[in-house]
Structure formats: structure tokens, C-alpha cells
């Protein structure tokens, strides 16, 4: 392991289909009035709603609500819940939801004692905390950000055709508890299933193709990629496989929650061009990875050869013998690509909107990290954006 670090995370799991039964313990902790956040609804017609309702209402809680936080939350949806949030004196945000209803709960609760423009202050300056952070707990019912156990939170600004994600360093941004219940994710859409598995191999991928040294932490990146390939076809042929979606909610915690990235540098890149097509289209997130992927890692495979040809024996099976290193690699990616096919994920940015004409916007709207095999310029964005087209 190379590089000195910290690695601390204070968030509390409760994992299993009793988990809900836990919310009480931790209402405890924290003041009378309570903020409930969700999203357009789901939670009202599968009875999550009613079970947290019923929850707070017996440890005799002041409940205020904030529904309706979309899919890539919006700036001035923020706004709006930052105004409620602090006319209710909130104690705590209960966020109940997927990604974008728990990133949207944190971007509140460092926004509501703070003076300056949320927007500018955390996603365009990408500056600190410096006002009283209000806590955060959640109920996941949507599987993929790993949003439940980091500090992360994505924004985005319709009008500046920008979606921006600020991994903020403050230990107090990240949820102080999270219920994982696998029952509750089992009503989602295909379409929303699939693209949070592809999101979940997308955070592991952007942390394993990095780095020349022997690292312990890519090793786990390995198993969780395995498990996960292995779980998300049993669950695509059967959705209900209770033992195959634990599996993926799991290892979407694991995913993105700071551990696999200890010791390394990460490439983003795949995060990055995403994001610039999610601004630009208000795509389902994992699917605006799903339809870059393939055109970004064949164009830096002979960056990090070496690293690529390791995914393909160890992640893929492919068998080396009499090959080239450019062959296996080129297998892995192949096999990779076999996986996302069988999924039903989306494979071409023109599918969710893009179009030639939109190319220069995206260029524009995609921020350039360092970290990975190769440093992408603008011209090789424009060129991998054109091969997702
Ligand atoms: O709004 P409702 O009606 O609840 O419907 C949601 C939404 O339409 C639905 N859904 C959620 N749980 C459901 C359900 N439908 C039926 N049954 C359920 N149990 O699913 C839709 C998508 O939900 P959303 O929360 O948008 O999905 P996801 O969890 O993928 O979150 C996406 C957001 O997270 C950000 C993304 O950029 C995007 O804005 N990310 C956050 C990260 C982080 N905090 O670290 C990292 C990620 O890479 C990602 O960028
Ligand atoms: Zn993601």
C-alpha cells in the first residue's frame, strides 16, 4: 500500500429485511422535529412511507415534509427544502429514497445555517462547511451511489447545464445511520434496477484502473466485482431473488463508501463524462455511465495495459494462453460488454437524448481529473464522447 491516509466512517449500518425495526433506537438520538425528505412518490405505493410515518408518530416526533426531489436533484429544488428545513428547526433529515434523496438530504443539512449561496459556496467553489451541520439518516430504497455510507452529493443546475458532485471532507456530512432493508428495493423498475448495478461496477472500475503497485485494495475490488456480476444475473432473470439482491445492495455499500479507494489514486473520469451527459439530457444516472464506458476504457487500455489485461484474467476468467496482453485485455473489455448487453443497460448516449449537435456542450460541461492511466485533453473527450454517440 502505497501513500499515507485516514480512513474513518461513521455511519451506522442496519442491514436486513427487520432493519426498519431499528429507526426507533436512533430517534433517540436526536431532537423532536424531524424532516422527512422522499421523491416523487414510490414510497407511498409500496407502504414505505406509512411504515417510517407510523415510526415517528409513536416516538412522538414533529414531523415536516419534503416530497418531490427528483431524479438528479436540482438547485432550486434545494432551495426550496432548505427554506422548509429551517423553518421547522429541523433536529434531524430523514432522507427516505435512493442517491438522489439522500445527496439532496446532505446538501440541505450543510446549507441550512449557512450564509452564502449553496451552489456557489459547495459546488462551484467546492469550499468547506463552515456553519452547523444538521444530521442525516436514511432509508435506502434505491441501490447504487453508495450515497448511504459517504459525504457525497450531486447537484445539478439546469440553467448552467452542469451536474457537479462535491465529496465533502466533513465526517458530519455523511449519514449518521442507514437502514438497508433488501425487501424495499424489490419494487424498483427494471430500468432503475440494472442502472444501479452498473453504477455500483462503474465506482468500483473508476477505483481499480489506477496504480501500478500491489494494492490490498484491489483485490477486494475484485470480489465485490464478482459478486456483483454474479448476483445481477441472477436478479435480472429473477427480480425477487431476495438472496441475489442483498447481495447487490451489499456491495453498492461497499462500493462507494471511501474503503477501496485507500492507499490508491481513482480515475473519475467514467463519473465525469456521465455527469456532463446527465446535465445535458436529465438521464437516469447509471445509465449515462453504462453508454460511455465501453468507448472511454478501449481508448485508455493501452495507458494501463498491465491493469487491464489483471480485470480480464481475474475479474472475466479469460484464459491468457498463446495471447498477446492486448488480446486478453481486449477480451475482459469484450466480456464486459457481453455482461452489459445481457443486462438491457444502455450502451449509446444517442439513446438518452445526445446528439451531434449537443457534442460541444458536453465537451464543455465535463471536468477533467487526474488519477487515471491517461489525462484526457478536450479533443479526446470530444473523441470518446463522438464513439458513445
Ligand atoms: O422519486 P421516486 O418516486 O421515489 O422514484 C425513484 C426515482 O424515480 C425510483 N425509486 C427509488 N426507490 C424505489 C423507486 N421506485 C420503486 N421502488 C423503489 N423502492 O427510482 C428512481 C431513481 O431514484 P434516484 O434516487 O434518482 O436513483 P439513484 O439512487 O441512482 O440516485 C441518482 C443520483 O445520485 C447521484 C447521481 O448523480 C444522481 O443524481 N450520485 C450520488 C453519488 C454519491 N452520493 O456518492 C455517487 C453516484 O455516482 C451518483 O453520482
Ligand atoms: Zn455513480
Known amino acids: 500500500m502505497l501513500g499515507n491516509f485516514k480512513y474513518c466512517n461513521p455511519t451506522k449500518l442496519y442491514f436486513g429485511d427487520e432493519s426498519l425495526n431499528y429507526l426507533s433506537d436512533e430517534l433517540k438520538n436526536y431532537g423532536k422535529n424531524i424532516v422527512l425528505i422522499y421523491g416523487g412518490g414510490s414510497i407511498k405505493k409500496n407502504g414505505i412511507y406509512d411504515e417510517v410515518i407510523n415510526i415517528l408518530k409513536k416516538n412522538n416526533k414533529n414531523i415536516t415534509e419534503i416530497s418531490g426531489v427528483m431524479p438528479n436533484p436540482t438547485v432550486e429544488k434545494l432551495y426550496e427544502g432548505i427554506e422548509i428545513a429551517r423553518s421547522a428547526n429541523a433536529d434531524l433529515l430523514l432522507a427516505v429514497g435512493g442517491g438522489s434523496v439522500i445527496d439532496y438530504a ?124 454474479h448476483s445481477s444475473l441472477i436478479a435480472k432473470k429473477n427480480p425477487n431473488d431476495y438472496e441475489a439482491r442483498s447481495n447487490i445492495m451489499w456491495t453498492a455499500t461497499w462500493a462507494l463508501n471511501t474503503l477501496i479507494a485507500k492507499g490508491k489514486s481513482t480515475d473519475w473520469m467514467v463519473h465525469m463524462l456521465g455527469q456532463a451527459v446527465g446535465a445535458i439530457t436529465n438521464a437516469t444516472h447509471g445509465m449515462t455511465l453504462s453508454a460511455v464506458s465501453l468507448p472511454y476504457y478501449r481508448y485508455i487500455m493501452k495507458y494501463g495495459l498491465n491493469k487491464f489485461v489483471r480485470f480480464a484474467k481475474n475479474v472475466w476468467n479469460i484464459d491468457d494462453t498463446n495471447k498477446s496482453k492486448e488480446e486478453v485485455a481486449t477480451e475482459g473489455l469484450n466480456a464486459m460488454e457481453a455482461w452489459m448487453n445481457e443486462l438491457g443497460l444502455i450502451m449509446n448516449i444517442s439513446k438518452l437524448g445526445a446528439t451531434k449537435e449537443m457534442i460541444e456542450d458536453l465537451v464543455n460541461a465535463t471536468i477533467i481529473l487526474e488519477g487515471g492511466y491517461k489525462l484526457l485533453n478536450k479533443e479526446e473527450i470530444k473523441e470518446i464522447f463522438i464513439k458513445s454517440l
Request: hydrophobic share 35%; charged share 20%.
Open 106 to 229: 446532505k446538501a440541505v443539512a450543510v446549507s441550512i445555517y449557512c450564509n452564502e449561496d449553496p451552489w456557489d459556496k459547495y459546488f462551484i467553489k467546492f469550499d468547506e462547511p463552515d456553519c452547523k451541520i444538521v444530521p442525516v439518516g436514511c432509508v435506502l430504497t434505491m441501490v447504487g451511489t453508495g450515497s448511504e455510507m459517504n459525504a457525497g452529493s450531486v447537484i445539478t443546475n439546469p440553467k448552467q447545464k452542469l451536474k457537479i458532485g462535491h465529496v465533502f471532507q466533513s465526517e458530519e456530512v455523511m449519514p449518521r445511520f442507514a437502514i438497508l432493508n433488501p425487501i424495499y428495493t424489490l419494487t424498483l423498475p427494471e430500468y432503475q434496477m440494472v442502472a444501479g448495478i452498473y453504477d455500483i461496477f462503474s465506482h468500483i472500475c473508476e477505483q481499480y484502473f489506477s496504480g501500478e503497485d500491489d494494492n490490498t485494495s484491489d483485490y477486494i475490488s475484485e470480489g465485490l466485482m464478482r459478486s456483483l456480476i
